[in-house]
């Protein structure tokens, strides 16, 4: 039966987003789709992240990630991002830090910054829910989904 249920959740569509956050000269970027707008006053971003990720300890610690919206054009970018070093992931790639010092990549289609407001647990992913503290929209690509994308994460059967 779980099986089959991880097959079902894969008709779900989902953008692909990079995640980057940054604590005491340290930075990481991972990649998220698990994503969502939950407010817009106060300006609120969903993000799930799983507690084995290095990313989640940086932001639970910090209070800090920034998410950048993805564009169809962006799949390579984006697969830098599937490798556990840090180093790789940001080299040969334009980013600079943002007003939170977090990695703001200069490839995107937007970026919103944010501040953690509050986290939940409710199952093996935290979700941590983001105050956005400044955006940026960067270019009118399309942006790129789950269905666009070979690396969508369902979880495990």
Same mark, same amino acid.
Request: aromatic share 10%.
């Given at each position: 039966?779980?099986?089959?249920?991880?097959?079902?959740?894969?008709? %779900?569509?989902?953008?692909?987003?990079?995640? @980057?956050?940054?604590?005491?000269?340290?930075?990481?970027?991972?990649?998220?789709?698990? *994503?969502?707008? =939950?407010?817009?006053? +106060? +300006?609120?971003?969903?993000?799930?992240?799983?507690?084995?990720?290095?990313?989640?300890?940086? *932001? $639970?610690?910090?209070?800090?990630?920034a998410l950048h919206? %993805?564009? $169809?054009?962006?799949?390579?970018?984006v697969s830098r991002? %599937? @490798?556990?070093? #840090?180093?790789?992931?940001?080299?040969?790639?334009?980013?600079? #830090?943002?007003?939170?010092?977090? #990695?703001?990549?200069?490839?995107? =289609?937007?970026?919103?910054?944010?501040?953690?407001? @509050?986290?939940?647990? +409710?199952?093996?992913?935290? =979700?941590?829910?983001?105050?956005? =503290?400044?955006? %940026?929209?960067?270019?009118?690509?399309? #942006?790129?989904? @789950? $269905?666009?994308?070979?690396?969508?994460?369902?979880?495990?059967?």
């Amino acid at each position: 039966m779980k099986t089959e249920w991880i097959r079902i959740f894969g008709t %779900m569509t989902n953008g692909v987003y990079i995640l @980057t956050t940054a604590l005491d000269g340290r930075i990481n970027g991972m990649i998220a789709s698990w *994503v969502s707008q =939950v407010s817009y006053e +106060p +300006p609120l971003i969903a993000v799930a992240v799983h507690e084995n990720r290095f990313s989640h300890g940086l *932001v $639970r610690e910090s209070g800090l990630f920034a998410l950048h919206v %993805m564009g $169809r054009q962006h799949k390579m970018i984006v697969s830098r991002f %599937m @490798t556990s070093d #840090p180093e790789a992931k940001f080299s040969g790639i334009g980013w600079q #830090p943002g007003q939170t010092g977090c #990695p703001i990549l200069e490839d995107c =289609v937007a970026c919103f910054e944010c501040r953690l407001k @509050t986290s939940i647990q +409710p199952g093996n992913h935290m =979700v941590f829910f983001g105050e956005v =503290v400044n955006a %940026m929209m960067i270019s009118d690509a399309e #942006p790129l989904t @789950t $269905r666009d994308y070979h690396g969508q994460y369902i979880g495990k059967a």
